[in-house]
């Protein structure tokens, strides 16, 4: 009976400890110590079991420690040093471990210095929690770069439950996949450590869920689907959200289509009217010569007494053939046919960069109605673009903005591509006039001196003659007309973006200040200030409608605004880090947002929500840009990787690699959108064959790519790349401050 007892008591362990074990992840502490006094178990027994009993898909917390972190604290004392000593007892170990398990034991690091680091914070130990953060981040400024500046402004306690970034990290817990090996090897040692371990171990059971895979070795490399879905190696981290919550946004239904009352379907209206005609006169003209009779044409022979007659008769039948049908004819095989006559229609389709099959929606938001003037001649820049494909490459036209050596931060060209702006360091928005700097043919002739128009002139000789000396220009001189240069000055701190209106009329820009300013490019004057962020903004942008502009901020929000209204009217909310880039899409019911939370969210702009986001970049986003008939879009980072997404599917179907360095401007070819403009840190301009790919998206292999063309520039970071209304490419630059270095 004894005996009998005793197995059955044995038999009953394991199910006290498993519920032991879930008393204690559910926090139910009175409970949990009840449990372990009627069925005695200790903390060793608790501790002992093992990966065989517990199964192979077991997470951290269900095997390591069933403690939490204040059941580890002797006499309810927190001991900081406890908490450094064992943070970098782990480092060390895992950076001496072997090669092959080394790959997956430093997915454990990061999870423990984030928590390490908030717990210090959280517990009140401000110099401890300074000094462990400045020995150690270091190791994840590479990977986590982004992470480890949302945690540096971390300080205090009250930061802890306020700070987005904080509250995210707590929130979610990270997901880690081992193999058994590696996984066994992080057991022991943790389980041998002293009473530091111990912490190390609360840790981890709190924060980090190890998922154990099936595979009998580690991996040397990481494997292509860990590298495409590397934001699920910490989820809830990377992209803010869980992979769950970002099908959940991806699924629903979207709008992405043009709206019919826009310039772009207008254009296509007109163009399709002119194919038609085109056709129409194609079919007329070839029911008109099919219609003729052809008729035999006879050659002239001698006349001779006898046939004379009959000669005279088939002349003139010949005669009244031509005389009846009253069209000019030509010979073809020995009978007269009539001749095709040409079919001249203007801007005939075919030579013009147009939509492929747009599809139309309704807008969800008031449009205004467009300016006679400006549609006109938006309209016809439409009718003179230039078709460009990777066959038929476009040029770069290189604005240099000289003695701005470090000043300059962006740049904008007019709708009418008549004045250039750009936004400086010194706060001040300056705008060049193109136009000012030309010649006119009577300042040529007015010039002093009798000089030649090449800046030469004439001398005698001793014999009397005049020869002509050509002038010598030195650095310094002034060769022509000088551009107008106008300066706005309103802004307290640097110019971080500067945009034209759809219709020129306009000028924003916005500033460090927290400020985005309104200014008149007729009169010339500030028009009105708009104030609604409390932090700096980075970027702006208008609606292609007008009326409508987009800002995004430090404040990790974006917000929505109206050229009438100073205060915005929408805010859109949910990135874990800046807003560093914005855009519309071409129907003006969304707009897209990118930030150094590394993902990129599309939001509806008449009901505010999150319809789209689009998670796969490993670092900031820097750059977006929507495709010319809405169907997708293309977004950039701070890597240089370039994405493009399909917004329906919300799946990336092309890869594109080339860029060295952060990329800080894309842009799509007007028109069938064939070619992709970037620019960046790297010094180029880069042109990318975006014509096809979306196959991609149901056999789901993404292509990389490489850039069909480069354009380098010579020290000269490309702050801005944009195509004109007439497929011409232009990009912005000024040349790095110089580097001295002391001997």
């Not at 099908?247 to 009217?273: C, D, H, M, T, V």
């Not at 000012?436 to 007015?446: F, L, P, Q, R, V």
Request: proline share 3%.
């Amino acid at each position: 009976m004894t005996s009998k007892a005793g197995g059955g008591e044995e038999k009953r362990q394991p199910l006290d400890t498993v519920v032991l074990k879930y008393l204690q992840k559910r926090g139910f502490k009175n409970a949990e110590r009840a449990l372990v006094v009627d069925a005695k178990l200790s903390k060793d027994a608790t501790s002992s079991m093992s990966l065989v009993a517990l199964g192979a898909d077991a997470a951290l917390s269900d095997l390591l420690v069933l403690h939490s972190l204040e059941d580890v604290e002797d006499d309810g004392k927190f001991d900081a040093d406890s908490v450094l000593d064992g943070y970098a007892r782990i480092r060390e170990w895992i950076f001496g471990a072997l090669d092959l398990y080394k790959s997956e034991l430093m997915r454990v690091l990061f999870p423990m210095f984030v928590h390490s680091f908030l717990t210090l914070v959280k517990k009140n130990k401000v110099e401890e929690s300074r000094d462990f953060f400045e020995r150690f981040h270091e190791d994840h400024v590479r990977a986590h770069c982004d992470d480890i500046r949302g945690l540096s402004g971390i300080a205090l306690p009250e930061h802890v439950d306020t700070d987005p970034y904080a509250v995210k990290f707590i929130k979610h817990k990270f997901s880690i996949e081992m193999c058994f090996q590696s996984f066994d090897l992080l057991v022991r040692f943790l389980r041998a450590s002293d009473g530091n371990g111990a912490k190390c171990l609360a840790i981890l059971n709190e924060n980090v869920g190890v998922k154990i895979t099936q595979k009998d070795s580690p991996s040397m490399f990481v494997e292509e689907e860990e590298e495409k879905n590397m934001d699920e190696i910490f989820s809830g981290v990377v992209t803010g959200e869980t992979t769950a919550s970002i099908a959940a946004y991806n699924s629903g239904p979207g709008r992405f289509g043009l709206l019919e009352q826009s310039l772009e379907i207008k254009a296509e209206r007109a163009f399709r009217e002119i194919e038609a005609k085109h056709e129409d006169a194609v079919k007329r003209e070839d029911a008109r010569v099919a219609a003729y009779k052809p008729k035999k044409v006879y050659k002239k022979r001698k006349k001779k007494d006898s046939d004379s007659e009959n000669d005279d008769d088939e002349e003139e039948e010949d005669k009244e053939g031509e005389k009846i049908s009253g069209e000019e004819t030509i010979e073809v095989d020995g009978y007269k046919v009539l001749k095709r006559r040409e079919i001249d229609v203007p801007n005939v389709p075919q030579t013009i960069s147009r939509l492929r099959n747009p599809r139309l929606v309704d807008s969800e938001i008031p449009i205004p109605e467009y300016d006679y003037d400006d549609g006109l001649r938006a309209l016809e820049d439409f009718s003179n673009r230039v078709k460009v494909t990777s066959e038929n490459l476009p040029s770069c036209c290189f604005f240099t903005f000289t003695h701005a050596e470090g000043k300059l931060i962006c740049a904008s060209m007019s709708p009418n591509v008549e004045k250039v702006a750009g936004g400086f360091s010194d706060s001040v928005v300056r705008t060049w006039d193109l136009t000012s700097g030309e010649k006119d043919e009577d300042d040529e002739e007015k010039e002093e001196g009798g000089k030649e128009k090449d800046g030469g002139g004439t001398t005698a000789t001793e014999n009397g003659d005049k020869e002509k000396t050509k002038k010598v220009y030195k650095r310094g001189d002034k060769v022509g007309k000088s551009m107008k240069v106008k300066e706005f000055i309103g802004h307290c701190a640097p110019v971080h973006d500067v945009q034209y209106s759809p219709d020129g009329i306009y000028l924003l820009s916005v500033s460090r200040d927290c400020t985005a300013r309104m200014w008149s490019c007729e009169l010339e004057i500030p028009l009105c200030a708009y104030k609604g962020h409390q932090t700096p903004i980075w970027c702006a942008k208008w609606a292609s409608c007008g009326h409508y502009f987009a800002t995004g901020s430090h404040d990790r929000t974006c917000r929505i605004w109206t050229t009438e209204l100073s205060s915005p009217i929408r805010a859109f909310c949910g990135h874990i880090g800046d807003v560093d880039c914005v855009a519309w899409h071409p129907n003006s019911n969304y707009v897209a947002t990118g930030s150094s939370d590394r993902t990129v969210r599309l939001w509806d702009v008449s009901t505010g929500r999150c319809t789209r986001l689009f998670a796969g970049h490993t670092s900031g986003v820097t750059a977006l840009a929507f495709s010319p008939d809405g169907q997708s879009i293309s977004t950039a980072d701070d890597s240089g990787v370039i994405h493009s997404w399909d917004l329906d599917s919300s799946r990336c179907f092309k890869t594109m690699l080339g860029h060295d360095n952060a990329v800080y401007a894309l842009d799509y070819s007007g028109g069938g959108g064939e070619i992709l403009a970037s620019a960046g840190a790297d010094d180029t301009v880069r042109i990318w064959d975006h014509k096809d790919g979306l196959e991609s998206v149901v056999t789901g292999i993404v292509p990389k790519i490489a850039p069909t063309k480069t354009f380098r520039t010579k020290n000269c970071p490309v702050v801005n790349v944009e195509f004109t209304r007439r497929n011409l490419l232009l990009a912005y630059g000024c040349r790095r401050l110089p580097v001295y270095h002391q001997t």
